[in-house]
């Protein structure tokens, strides 16, 4: 996370938001954090590991800091109504990121939490909305009803999600009205000649096993040089072996239990259909839901090769000689299309230079070291993120506040 700006004080210039009194409303969510974090931090542990739920907690302090400063750089227009559909994980920071943040222009906001996380969503909501008191109001209305009452008569709709249920969206609303969807992507992590394997090992555990493998950040596609596979293998399982297993609310715990439905399923048929390539791991659990982290070592990957989709703790590995094939690759195809973060480890600035013209590229360091939740994040793939106003569509990193100053010509000034 990055640093951000302190709030202001009564000595700072005037700020023109269109209600100043919103500001001390975020104010006052940012010091219950900081203050007071155990009761949101025991709620995340349902759904998250600690050490997560505490990342979460400081990237949503971070992101309420850089509020004004965010307001400030993109001035975004004001919004009468504001619809989001939440995601499944990261809970806390969403609800800063996509109702928080945009409180500051936007007079109204609902949202429909996701089905898998409904009781928890909604007990966060009551806990902060008792320090904000903003028109934040949130509906267990079904799909349809959320759709009709809500969805269509909204200026902005904000939809976390699957592709394809996006899709089922768009085409249901109005001309005019802005609608930003936000995905996921392949996020492929890259080890080239002259990377520090063993930095490029501790990092591929650390992101992948966030929250037990359960981050969209995750990467889902590890590209190694094919004369360091053995030596970065070697570094990896190293790695993975060290991990110790624990449920959500143990501190010392590196990962735990699968949470999402179907992850876990989806994941072991993964691991099922390549058992034969399994160099590490491989075991479920199912009444558990534990899947120990697992090292799959495949084939070099072409542009038909299927990568899937994991939220859970799978290295999926892959071997490839020439840079140029691999840079070929990773910007065609559904490499294109799931464009949205890359890392690379090591001397490659050609292929560093190929994959920052589709996606978020970070150098020896891995995408969570540069999350902050008051920029635009995101790549130049449709699957992955998207901004329209019914009539273009722009795939391209997505702020709410960037894309409202921008795509929304008609938002109150």
Request: proline share 8%; charged share 20%.
């Amino acid at each position: 996370m990055s640093s951000a700006p302190a709030w202001p004080t009564a000595l700072d210039e005037p700020v023109q938001v269109p209600d100043p009194g919103r500001l001390e409303a975020l104010r006052a969510v940012r010091d219950f954090l900081a203050g007071d974090p155990g009761a949101v931090h025991d709620l995340l542990c349902e759904i998250s590991t600690h050490r997560a739920a505490g990342y979460e907690i400081e990237a949503t302090i971070a992101t309420l800091d850089g509020a004004l400063a965010e307001f400030e750089a993109y001035r975004p227009g004001r919004v009468p109504r504001l619809a989001v559909y939440m995601p499944s994980n990261v809970v806390l920071y969403s609800y800063a990121l996509y109702l928080l943040v945009p409180a500051l222009y936007a007079d109204r906001l609902v949202f429909r939490p996701s089905s898998q996380v409904k009781d928890q969503m909604g007990r966060l909501h009551r806990l902060l909305a008792a320090h904000h008191g903003l028109p934040i109001e949130l509906t267990n209305a079904s799909q349809r009803e959320f759709l009709r009452e809500h969805v269509r008569p909204a200026d902005v709709v904000v939809f976390t999600g699957a592709y394809r249920n996006a899709e089922q969206i768009r085409p249901q609303l109005s001309p005019g009205q802005l609608f930003l969807f936000l995905g996921s992507g392949v996020n492929p992590f890259v080890v080239a000649p002259g990377a520090d394997l063993a930095k490029a090992a501790r990092d591929a555990v650390e992101i992948r096993m966030h929250n037990a493998g359960q981050d969209c950040l995750g990467p889902d596609l590890f590209c190694v040089q094919e004369d360091l596979l053995d030596e970065f293998l070697d570094a990896l399982v190293t790695e993975l072996k060290a991990l110790r297993y624990g449920p959500y609310t143990d501190p010392d715990a590196d990962y735990g239990p699968v949470f999402y439905d179907g992850a876990l399923e989806e994941a072991a048929q993964f691991l099922a259909r390549n058992r034969r390539n399994i160099v590490h791991g491989g075991h479920v659990d199912f009444r558990e839901r534990r899947m120990e982290p697992t090292v799959v070592v495949g084939e070099e990957v072409t542009p038909r090769t299927p990568v899937p989709e994991f939220f859970a703790p799978v290295f999926n590995v892959v071997a490839y000689r020439d840079p140029e094939v691999l840079a070929a690759t990773l910007t065609t195809a559904v490499f294109t299309e799931r464009a949205l973060g890359s890392s690379v480890y090591g001397d490659a600035p050609a292929l560093a230079d190929a994959l920052r013209r589709r996606t978020t590229v970070t150098v020896d360091t891995t995408l969570l070291s540069i999350d902050d939740g008051n920029a635009p994040f995101g790549g130049y793939g449709r699957m992955a993120n998207y901004i329209t106003d019914g009539t273009e569509i722009w795939t391209e990193p997505v702020l709410v506040s960037k894309a409202v100053a921008e795509h929304l010509p008609a938002a109150g000034r």
